[in-house]
């Protein structure tokens, strides 16, 4: 009575040859956004007025009227049909998971019979989508169940098969929004005004800062066959049972190591793909654990990088499925070997370069990074605890503080350099840092500030939020996450921080301009004395966030709380601290999210994080009694067998003696099938329950209190059931054939 379907799929598996992926004739360069209607395009497709005023759209945000649009749709559908493009659909990023989209054809009755291609700029610009079904937290109750989707013409439109794919925001009837990319955009828009006012200090020259992002999306390939006989894989994403393989990612052979090339076939496709989108894929690698891969592509504007980030996942899926993976983007898909995540790679820059980059050139230079180094630590420190919530979710909570990186507390390393320059900063007495200089008035010395080469090699890897050369990396964000959610918490957080130090170094700076000993010559010099003691202010203010030591030891925790920073690790919890009264003031202040929208996304977010533990319930019990205890009684029944025909022909003694291990495996299958049991039975019971609990937020904390601390218990016994049982009859894939068939 061996289980068919396991040997069959794995025999498949190892069957199954890379397919062979045909290179375009092009070189990348020459392919790179063949599927975009982008800059090149527009200036194709479109008359020279309208593309200007395109270019002022995107590089100025200046407002887009209908004719424009009705122009750009008309450009826009003539490259289409080029393409053999039949449909458009508005996309959006809805506040569940993934990317959103309805098609509909450009056909429409010409009025004579016929019919007619048609797109107008109001098609272009806005759209109804029947959306009554995403989830809205009760913003858009469902007698009022209008959403409407509306272009954002910052991120370029494309094609995928026969459909033109327009990137858009999606907000209520009444204005609210209910999804990513609105309340990302407003957060994008309040760091420029910030960051930029605060450039004025250096350099007035400056028009506008942006926000980069550049992210490390790491993920998990498994054979499509295999997968298919996981229906916890299928159903939850992640493996809820599965005993450790005698061999996972011990030898570290694995990462860096040469890529598969049934995988390296995959990567190709990917690639080719993904830079026909626009996506600027640039890195491909191994990752520590087996079938665990990254991708990376050059950074980005922070929206565009979002955006990319989202089509790179969708993508990512169909391409595996065309090879024969299924892509894994779940946090944790496999216990006792590492999780994925996707690194945020974070920086602001102007029109003349990034912000965060030490120049090492003029004392001046190096104060404006100072500046922005310091105003960012003071927005992460305030904030811990909501970057936290925004990188939070059911799936990552696996991955944060259980002994992974992350830790779910949020700290900073600054490296060596970094800190000495702020420990600088921080003592030196005025007379340090000032010397004055004849006829040009004060001019600012700052000895102790170096030539600033920081060392990139100077890592720590246990650091959610460190800085790496010439930006921050946010580590702590979950692989299956929009970074939007993160990066509207970051940006707002150092929006907020840079429009604090700008008002206090004005108020600085009237009070200095009064005293005689600042005053003389060009007028510098009250400027830049009003900044060193704000920054002097703010580098001891932020001290609590600073961290460089060991991020995963029991002493961090202790000293972290100790120091007031956040060490909550229940995710429902964690979600509170967008309701706290300083998160809703940054938000609101900044124009990024009211408190109206942020209740009703938490909402959501308790309502998501209950229904994912719930299904995890369900699909664990039906597995449990419907695969796991079945297949552990047959093998007990011939265990039974065996041992009454030992007893038939043996005399007593000598059969008992022969029977022991036998004897002693029924029972311990007995032992464990009837704990499964009970088990499975607690776990209807609590969560019948918690269903009962009517408010969103405290049956949150119920799915986390009471349900998900016992599926480690259910899983432990079928754990050490699938080490006894005979192998033949295990029904499903086991972690050494889902890690290393490739
Ligand atoms: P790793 O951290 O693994 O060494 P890489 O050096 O490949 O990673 O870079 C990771 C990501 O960081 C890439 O997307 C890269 O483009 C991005 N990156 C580099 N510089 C910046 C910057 N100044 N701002 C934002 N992202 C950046
Ligand atoms: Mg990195």
Redesign the pocket.
């Known amino acids: 009575m061996a289980n068919d379907l396991r040997f069959q799929v794995v025999g498949e598996a190892f069957k199954k040859k890379p397919l062979d992926v045909k290179a375009p004739s092009e070189r990348p360069s020459e392919y790179f956004g063949k599927h975009v209607f982008n800059r090149e395009k527009m200036y194709k497709y479109l008359p020279k007025d309208v593309y200007d005023k395109m270019v002022d759209v995107i590089e100025n945000g200046s407002r887009l009227d209908r004719k424009v649009a009705d122009a750009v749709a008309a450009g826009m559908m003539q490259w289409a049909k080029e393409n053999g493009v039949t449909h458009y659909t508005h996309w959006f990023q809805p506040l569940t998971e993934g990317t959103a989209e309805k098609h509909d054809s450009f056909i429409e009755h010409d009025g004579k019979g016929g019919m007619i291609e048609e797109f107008s700029g109001k098609l272009l610009v806005q759209q109804e989508p029947d959306a009554s079904s995403f989830p809205s937290g009760g913003i858009r109750s469902t007698f009022e169940a209008r959403g409407y989707s509306a272009w954002d013409p910052t991120s370029p439109v494309f094609i995928i098969d026969d459909t033109l794919i327009i990137p858009t925001v999606f907000i209520s009837y009444s204005g609210e929004s209910l999804d990513y990319k609105a309340p990302l955009l407003r957060a994008l828009k309040a760091v420029n005004v910030a960051a930029t006012e605060v450039c004025h200090y250096f350099d007035p020259a400056v028009k506008k800062v942006t926000s ?5 999306q790491e993920y998990f390939l498994v054979d499509e066959g295999l997968y298919a006989a996981r229906p916890d894989l299928l159903l939850t994403g992640r493996t809820l049972m599965g005993h450790d393989s005698a061999k996972n990612q011990q030898m570290d052979d694995h990462y860096f190591g040469s890529i598969p090339e049934r995988v390296a076939a995959f990567m190709r496709d990917l690639e080719i793909q993904a830079l026909m989108l626009g996506i600027p894929c ?2 491909r690698h191994n990752e520590v654990a087996p079938n665990q891969f990254e991708v ?4 980005e504007d922070t929206n565009l990088a979002v955006d990319h980030n989202m089509l790179l996942m969708s993508l990512m899926k169909r391409v595996a499925r065309k090879h024969g993976f299924r892509a894994l983007l779940h946090e944790k898909p496999f216990a006792g070997i590492n999780g994925s995540g996707k ?1 945020n ?3 602001l820059s102007t029109d003349t370069g ?1 912000l ?2 030490a120049p090492g050139k003029t004392a001046e230079q190096n104060l404006r990074f100072a500046t922005f180094i310091v105003e960012t630590l003071m927005g992460v420190y305030k904030h811990n605890g909501l970057l936290k919530a925004s990188i939070m979710s059911a799936t990552n909570a696996h991955r944060l503080g259980a002994n992974e990186a992350p830790p779910a507390i949020i700290s900073s390393f600054l490296g060596k350099q970094l800190t000495e320059l702020l420990d600088h900063i921080e003592k030196a007495d005025k007379t340090d840092i000032f010397a004055m200089n004849g006829k040009q008035g004060m001019k600012m010395d700052i000895p102790e500030i170096p030539e600033l080469l920081i060392d990139n090699t100077d890592r720590n890897r246990t650091s959610p939020f460190a800085f ?1 050369g ?2 921050f ?1 946010f580590r702590a964000v979950g692989s299956e996450a929009n970074c939007a959610s993160a990066m509207i918490t970051l940006n707002s957080a150092v929006a907020e921080a840079l429009a604090s130090f700008k008002q206090r170094v004005d108020a600085k700076i009237s009070e200095y301009s009064k005293k005689s000993e600042y005053s003389e010559g060009s007028g510098h010099s009250s400027k830049y004395h009003a900044i060193i003691d704000i920054l002097r202010e703010d580098i001891k203010a932020c001290k609590p966030i600073r961290f460089d030591g060991n991020g995963y030891s029991d002493e961090w925790k202790a000293e972290a709380a100790k120091r007031g920073l956040d060490t909550e690790t229940s995710c429902p919890v964690i979600f509170e601290r967008y309701l706290d009264k300083e998160s809703i003031q940054m938000f609101e202040s900044l124009g990024v999210m009211t408190k109206k929208e942020l209740e009703a996304r938490n909402e959501v977010k308790w309502e998501t994080y209950t229904k994912k533990i719930q299904i995890e319930a369900r699909v664990l019990g039906d597995l449990s009694m419907n695969h796991i205890i079945p297949v552990a009684t047959s093998y007990q029944s011939q265990l039974l067998r065996n041992v009454e025909r030992m007893s038939a022909i043996f005399p007593k003694e000598k059969a008992d003696k022969l029977n022991a291990r036998n004897m002693k495996l029924i029972e311990e299958i007995a032992e464990r099938t009837a704990t499964i049991e009970t088990l499975v039975e607690e776990l209807v019971e609590a969560r019948k329950v918690a269903n009962k609990i009517s408010d969103e937020h405290q049956k949150a904390i119920a799915y986390h209190d009471t349900i998900a601390p016992m599926f480690d218990k259910i899983r432990y016994q079928i754990d050490k059931l699938e080490l006894i049982v005979d192998d033949s009859l295990w029904p499903l894939p086991k972690y050494r054939e889902l890690l290393f068939i490739r």
């Open positions: 980069n992002l550049g992210w490390e640039k890195t990376a592509p050059i950074f690194h790679n974070w920086s990034v965060l980059h790496t010439n930006r990396e």
